[in-house]
Nanobody, 123 residues
């Protein structure tokens, strides 16, 4: 059974950078779409970026385009989210998730979820 563990969150100043990690175990990521979601206090969980693991295709929400990059390190079965030029609006709990081919931007399309990692962007 696939398991996902996020890490890398923390407190960062506006304009700073963080790299989040999503390490998989129990199965190869080749069969999945991997997505990063985030949930700010009082808001719905929203998809930020997704990667079709086997193909390497990537997609981004408009609000993070040009600032965030999703990529996979295959030997480590880890997907990363490099976040640059962070803004206070990026403050949220960030989750990685895995779903079958065809999964896109909706939370109910994903079967496996990590525990979440907190990102706070503040002075």
């Amino acid at each position: 059974q696939l398991q996902l563990v996020e890490s890398g969150g923390g407190l960062v100043q506006p304009g700073g950078s963080l790299r989040l990690s999503c390490q998989a175990s129990g199965d190869t990521l080749d069969d999945y779409v991997i997505a990063w979601f985030r949930q700010a206090p009082g808001k719905e969980r929203e998809g930020i970026s997704l990667l079709i693991a086997r193909e390497g295709g990537t997609y981004y929400r408009d609000s993070v385009k040009g600032r965030f990059t999703i990529y996979r390190e295959v030997p480590k079965e880890t997907v990363y989210l490099q976040m640059n030029s962070l803004k206070p609006e990026d403050t949220a709990v960030y989750y990685c998730a895995a779903g079958p081919w065809g999964a896109a931007w909706q939370t109910d399309q994903y079967t496996y979820w990590g525990q979440g990692t907190h990102v706070t962007v503040s002075t």
